[in-house]
């Protein structure tokens, strides 16, 4: 019997998601359907429990629902918590298990795809938001030299250092902080991607081999990609990889079996232009 599952987001029309599962079902033997669900916006629990009740094994979970998608679980995963936020949803009898695959979908990207391991290195994230906590605890579990978070909002950084006290020491501040320091690995954890708005990021930031990051995906050179590329950075790259990294993770999760996403990769990939 074919086995049900979905991705729930609003709007959800550009989703990949459907695509990417179909490709790992058929490249595992898995017989599973996987569908785009637009939810409400006021009406995601109630979209879940309708899908779980006509026989849904379990959801991936795109923006605005991440919070939600947390909430309403029975039961979550360290990263989850960590994060306050959950991307991925498994329906298990009466209860609702929850994960955040979403920054070991972007440590994967970062270390088989683009041959970029993160020990030793010094790493910076840009922004201090969901995107930002669920990739704290991949990325300090590969004991990077220096882990730190810059935000427009110093307080809202510092509060992340704080919440992950007890599990990687963080530099955190504003941007002007950045002054004087240089990274290896620069992400773009910030919605600018999408809002083609441009960040105050200091001279000298990127360090000299460095790769610089966009979350974003789809989205051709951000403007973080091009301020990357106009400080000298050849290495760019946007959040295909993360997103079929975590694809894959879910899939696991939910399946046993880890599908090969090298085939989906060369699939989805385009220039960055």
């Not at 972007?106 to 683009?114: G, S």
């Not at 501040?173 to 950045?178: A, V």
Request: glycine fraction near 10%; charged fraction near 20%; charge should be neutral.
């Amino acid at each position: 019997m074919t086995d049900r599952y979905a991705v729930l987001g609003h709007p959800i029309g550009h989703s990949k998601s459907p695509l990417i599962h179909s490709l790992f079902a058929r490249a595992t033997g898995q017989d599973i359907a996987y569908t785009a669900i637009e939810a409400p916006l006021d009406g995601f629990a109630d979209t879940v429990r309708r899908f779980r009740a006509e026989g849904g094994r379990g959801v991936n979970v795109s923006l605005p629902f991440k919070l939600q998608a947390f909430q309403m679980a029975t039961e979550s995963g360290e990263r989850a918590r960590l994060a306050g936020a959950a991307n991925c949803l498994k329906f298990d009898g009466e209860r609702i298990l929850a994960d955040n695959f979403d920054g070991v979908g972007l440590v994967n990207d970062l270390q088989r795809n683009l041959a970029c391991p993160l020990a030793g290195k010094r790493v910076l994230l840009l922004g201090a938001g969901g995107a930002t906590r669920g990739a704290l605890l991949p990325i300090a579990a590969e004991r990077p030299a220096l882990l730190a978070v810059a935000n427009r909002t110093p307080d809202k950084a510092h509060a992340l250092r704080h919440d992950f006290a007890a599990h990687t020491p963080l530099q955190t501040g504003g941007y002007e902080t950045l002054t004087g320091q240089a990274f290896d690995v620069v992400i773009n954890a910030t919605s600018t991607g999408l809002s083609q708005d441009a960040l105050p990021l200091p001279d000298g930031l990127f360090a000299p081999g460095a790769l610089a990051y966009e979350m974003v995906y789809g989205k051709g050179l951000t403007p973080f990609l091009r301020q990357a590329q106009a400080a000298g950075v050849s290495r760019v790259a946007d959040g295909v990889g993360m997103l079929v990294e975590q694809a894959a993770e879910a899939f696991l999760w939910w399946r046993g079996v880890r599908p090969d996403t090298r085939a989906v990769l060369e699939q989805l990939t385009v220039p960055l232009v």
